[in-house]
């Protein structure tokens, strides 16, 4: 037996590269407080290499909504019900701690960050696991579009649709895109270049979540130019330039088309009925040629004695591994199916919570915004326990 009088230093003996082989397999709020042991583990801890090694083992969660906004597990092993849930954040609450009537508005999710909005005009980024938030800067009657990296700068910016308050009344046809910006020395707001208007088919306040690829956000169908031109949405979050791009052709029958990224490929799933899925693939990015990847016939819902079978799904999520998720907005069952294994996986019951097509993934990363005063008019968020 070998003791500490023998020479064993034990965890102390350690190498940087074996004590960071061990902390990487850490919960996030673990390694957070290992930050606080000494200065060698916070080194660790904050090296680039290690949150990326540390974010990748992070479980791929959904979004779900209730009374809070929470996280369930979408783990391929375990009883079909009901999913591993956590709650990320609960109602606002004023700043004497008591809640207020309504949630923050959640937006988007990306790279372990939230975008929410409190009120209109007023967005806000937040960590829930680290418990950060500040607010981007206010621009009145601004239309949240899509939430991006911008990668020369390292800043996230929001990009927005909509009319500053200075320039006229809501309804004035003068709209413009505008980019919110945090990251700099202080959050900024530029005006990009004139918006379109909306048509009888879309609202100038329709922008579905972006599907980002090739480092540029892409909308399928809802955006103010689909009806009139019928082609797909292109914004490049480098150049800030917007494009208008082919969309794979419609099939008579579809009842939801849904726009992904899968196995690297811009992708439609379109659904006819509850069962038969068609994923096209854009095979050509710069040609923009769609290609027929698979169709398949996925079993309706058993859960229940099959009293959700005949729910029409409207979202498509993928999961990774060549699994997407099958379910609708407002219907606590969901479908888990192996595209590549023609199979499906399991079923999902999310219970009281409200499915949504936003996914979520822990980051620990440490942001400089994070410290930026936050504006007066931002509420308390009383994150999770």
């Not at 082919?246 to 659904?271: H, I, K, Q």
């Not at 996925?298 to 005949?310: A, C, F, M, W």
Request: proline share 6%; glycine share 8%; aromatic share 8%.
């Amino acid at each position: 037996m070998v003791t500490a009088a023998a020479g064993c230093r034990g965890i102390d003996a350690l190498c940087e590269d074996a004590l960071a082989a061990i902390l990487v397999r850490l919960p996030s709020k673990s390694v957070l407080r290992c930050r606080a042991v000494c200065r060698s583990w916070r080194r660790i801890t904050t090296d680039r290499s290690f949150l990326a090694a540390h974010a990748a083992r992070r479980p791929l969660e959904l979004i779900t909504l209730s009374w809070a906004v929470n996280a369930a597990s979408l783990s391929v092993d375990g009883p079909t019900t009901p999913p591993r849930s956590r709650l990320l954040y609960r109602k606002q609450m004023d700043r004497d701690g008591a809640p207020t009537a309504d949630l923050f508005n959640l937006l988007c999710s990306l790279d372990g960050l939230l975008l929410l909005q409190q009120r209109a005009g007023l967005f806000v980024i937040c960590n829930p696991i680290t418990r950060q938030w500040t607010n981007l800067p206010p621009c009145r009657h601004a239309f949240a579009c899509g939430f991006y990296l911008h990668g020369s700068s390292g800043e996230y910016r929001l990009l927005c649709h909509g009319i500053e308050e200075e320039e006229g009344s809501i309804f004035d046809s003068d709209r413009h895109h505008y980019v919110l910006s945090v990251g700099g020395a202080l959050p900024r707001r530029r005006r990009l270049g004139r918006a379109p208007l909306s048509t009888f088919e879309c609202r100038v306040t329709d922008y579905e979540v972006p599907v980002a690829h090739r480092g540029t956000l892409h909308w399928l169908v809802v955006h103010p130019e689909a009806a009139r031109t019928g082609k797909m949405l292109a914004f490049d979050t480098d150049s800030e330039a917007f494009r208008l791009m082919s969309r794979p052709p419609e099939r008579a029958g579809d009842t939801a088309r849904v726009l992904l990224e899968l196995d690297g490929e811009l992708s439609v799933a379109a659904m006819q009925g509850v069962a038969s899925l068609a994923v096209w693939a854009l095979q050509d990015y710069g040609a923009e040629i769609w290609a027929l990847r698979r169709r398949v016939e996925v079993p309706p819902s058993t859960l229940y004695g099959g009293i959700y079978s005949d729910v029409l799904p409207t979202m498509v999520v993928p999961v990774g591994g060549g699994a997407v998720l099958i379910g609708r907005r407002y219907c606590d069952v969901a479908r888990l199916y192996d595209l590549k294994d023609e199979r499906m996986v399991r079923e999902f019951y999310f219970g009281p919570d409200d499915p949504t097509p936003l996914v979520f993934r822990e980051s620990i990363v440490s942001h400089a915004f994070f410290d930026c005063p936050r504006s007066s008019d931002v509420a308390y968020i009383k994150f999770f326990d």
